[in-house]
């Protein structure tokens, strides 16, 4: 710091330089700090000269004494014609201090410099009223504050001397409502966009902060900027609403002319901003609506199902489309908005690479084993509204397929259809709805070779379906549907009119097919073979001991039983428990139940009980086709041989219980009377599916 004591002169600590061509490059003084002293008496006042420079701020702090009685004093900053950017006024009593601009002063804490001259302390006055004493006189010491701002207030006063800047690089300054404004000169490309982005704050009244393009001409296109601006600083752009301008023409010079209305900005920090060379991108459109609602489906896509419920379509006709998408090219800028394509581009070419080719469409519907996605009409598709469309159609609930678009002079897109981003394990990152529990399944990022479903009280895991075909899903009673991996799914054939009978009660999905549903040795997830991209299926393997595998249970009317038998079924070797594609159909020997039951004993009258034994039968047998043991009924003691009734345990799975009826022996008729319908612990805990 350096003092001074004359009244007149002007102690300059700095002499750095700066250079106001704006032409060239700033250079900013050091900061400072410049110390006078002086004494003022009635109705006196001195002026210093401070010509700040538009990269600098100025602070002055002022102590003083006088008579006990009070002076009447005012301190000002001014521009160079004189005008007050701020003034404050005060009685000094014996002694005071003042700071100018006030910390709260609207134009602002410290005063920052502008570009233009209108809005620069040019000067510093101190002036004195009425001083009440003797003698009427008062004394004050004086600091000026300088600090520098490097790179503030670049821009040039007008049009004709704005300087060229380049684009997304930071342009920093301030504003006061007095100056034109600053001006910079940009060049903005053929079919660029320029917008705003960066930060301005100004006074706790609020300042009306403006950027406004112009042409070569001069001629006013855009109002980019048009905010009020406060002491917490405005963000810009506002998105998503954000004000751009695409230069439609060739490339050319533009004008950015800053400005402020009421009040002055007092800091901003601005890039303008040109984007990059608008990215070509693709797009799937899975529900025909993207000219009105331009969303990529493709992270919501599965296919061969409703982009909005999640819910199958239907299977079709083999040889026929099951759905068909669009993958859709447009360029877009960094914002994601699809803009007009370059000048000179008019088509795009597609292409369909890394295709599946799983056998049939579901895993057990069709035979088809041709790629699972298909290009129509050709490769290429010409612009038209910004857009280049290509129609794909899909033949497969499990298929997957890579969509590449290419356009000349441009890095060729690809589109992972449906997305199976890191880890990739063929099931779609949207997951899926599982009618199993009506819930949408999670892509868990599990590996798709695993089947780990469970049931309550069983250790068994699994159900035969990997989770890739719990996904691909089956084809039941004509209508598509996909699995939980969190269910144990059972398939069932039967040719009864009571169905699955009670095998409804089982504690896992059991669905009922048609014949056709089926393969030929009862398998039910036969269709596993892939001839394209990916190869064989995770997991899958026609051995039971090598793979997941599950035959559907056959539930065939056998007629009159030879052994007098209601129902049976056979494992190989007379083993029990052996994988379930070993297992043979269940037998329901209708006419054996219609000789054993009451109230007419023979094998073609049909009794009242007859379709409630016929549906526990079902149950019965089903159930020792996934591994169920019988539990024998315990004896009456009282009426041997009979077993208690009704049975305990009372269970589907109970054995020794019915006797044939024929009305000679006490209680033979209390089993068709209290007949089990339900599977206990014991019975769940041993169910097995693979």
């Known amino acids: 710091m350096k003092t001074h004591s004359t009244w007149h002169a002007l102690v300059v600590v700095s002499a750095t330089l700066l250079v106001c061509s704006s032409a060239e490059a700033q250079t900013c003084p050091e900061a400072s700090s410049t110390k006078y002293e002086g004494s003022l008496n009635a109705n006196d006042s ?103 701002r490097p790179g503030y207030n670049i821009g040039g006063t007008a049009f004709g001397n ?35 982005a960066g930060q301005a704050r100004g006074p706790a009244i609020g300042a009306m902060f403006r950027i406004e393009l112009y042409n070569s001409s001069l001629q006013l296109v855009k109002t980019l900027i048009a905010d009020a601006v406060r002491e917490t600083p405005v963000i810009f752009p ?29 800091d901003f920090q601005i890039e ?19 000219e009105s609602n331009p969303v990529n489906d493709v992270a919501a896509y599965v296919p061969g199902s409703v982009l909005a419920t999640g819910e199958s379509l239907p299977p079709g006709s083999e040889g026929t489309f099951l759905q068909q998408v669009r993958a859709i090219a447009a360029f877009v800028d960094e914002f994601g908005q699809i803009v007009p394509q370059p000048v000179g581009i008019t088509s795009a070419t597609f292409a369909l690479e890394n295709t599946s080719a799983f056998a049939g469409r579901a895993m057990n519907w069709g035979s088809s084993a041709t790629p699972d996605f298909a290009l129509v009409s050709g490769t290429s598709a010409s612009f038209s509204g910004k857009l280049a469309k290509k129609t794909i159609n899909a033949y497969d609930y499990g298929g997957f397929t890579t969509v590449k678009v290419t356009v000349t002079g441009f890095p060729s897109e690809t589109m992972r259809v449906p997305r199976d981003d890191s880890p990739a394990n063929l099931i779609p990152d949207a997951g899926w ?55 144990k799914d059972l398939f ?44 064989p299926m995770p997991g899958h393997s026609a051995e039971p001991d090598t793979g997941y ?72 047998e089903i159930g020792h086709t996934i591994h169920m043991s019988h539990q024998p009924a315990a004896p009456d003691t009282a009426n041997p041989p009979l077993a208690l009734c009704p049975a305990i345990p009372f269970t589907i799975m109970t054995s020794a219980y019915f006797i044939q009826s024929n009305g000679t022996i006490p209680l033979r008729d209390c089993p068709w009377q209290n007949i089990p319908t339900l599977y206990d612990d014991v019975d769940k805990a041993a169910l097995t599916l693979r």
């Open 433 to 487: 709805r599982g009618y199993s529990t009506g819930n949408q399944i999670a892509d868990t990022n599990d590996p798709s070779s695993a089947d780990a479903d469970t049931t309550a009280n069983n250790t068994y895991v699994g159900d035969g379906f990997s989770r890739f075909e719990e996904f691909r899903g089956f084809v039941v009673q004509g209508q598509h549907i996909r699995l939980s991996p969190d269910v």
């Open 549 to 620: 595998h599950q035959e559907a249970v056959h539930v065939i009317d056998g007629g009159l039983s030879p052994d007098g038998f209601m129902g049976a079924v056979f494992w190989p070797g007379g083993a029990f428990h052996v994988p379930i594609n070993t297992i043979g159909p269940a037998y329901v020997y209708g006419e054996t139940i219609r000789l054993l039951t009451p109230t007419i004993n023979n094998s073609t009258d049909v009794d009242d009980v007859d379709p409630e034994v016929r549906r526990h039968t079902i149950g019965h």
């Open 238 to 266: 506002t998105a998503p609403n954000y004000d751009f301008y695409r230069n439609t023409g060739a490339a050319a010079d533009f004008y950015l002319k800053f400005a402020t209305q009421f009040w002055s900005v007092l």
């Open 272 to 290: 303008p901003r040109i984007p990059a060379q608008s990215q070509l991108t693709l797009f799937l459109d899975a529900d025909n609506d993207f």
């Open 46 to 148: 001195r002026t210093y000269t401070i010509h700040l420079q538009p990269c600098e701020t100025v602070v002055v702090d002022m102590t003083g004494s006088a008579p006990a009685n009070g002076a009447a004093m005012s301190l000002k900053l001014r521009n160079a014609s004189g005008q007050n950017l701020t003034v404050i006024n005060f009685g000094c009593y014996g002694s005071c201090a003042q700071t100018v601009p006030k910390t709260d002063s609207s134009a602002g804490f410290p005063l920052p410099g502008t570009r233009g001259v209108e809005g620069l302390a040019e000067d510093f006055v101190i002036s004195t009223g009425s001083v009440i004493g003797t003698p009427p006189t008062m004394t004050y010491t004086l600091t000026v504050h300088r600090v520098p």
């Open 162 to 196: 704005a300087p060229l800047v380049q684009a997304n690089a930071a342009l920093y300054g301030s504003l006061h409502t007095w100056e034109p404004g600053q001006f910079y000169k940009i060049s903005i490309g053929a079919g660029q966009l320029i917008y705003i």
């Open 492 to 535: 069932v054939f039967s040719a009864l009119v009571e169905g699955l009978g009670y095998a409804i009660n089982l504690p896992i999905r059991v669905h009922s097919i048609l014949q056709d549903e089926m393969g030929a040795f009862r398998d039910i997830n036969f269709r596993y073979t892939n001839s394209g991209s990916g190869g």
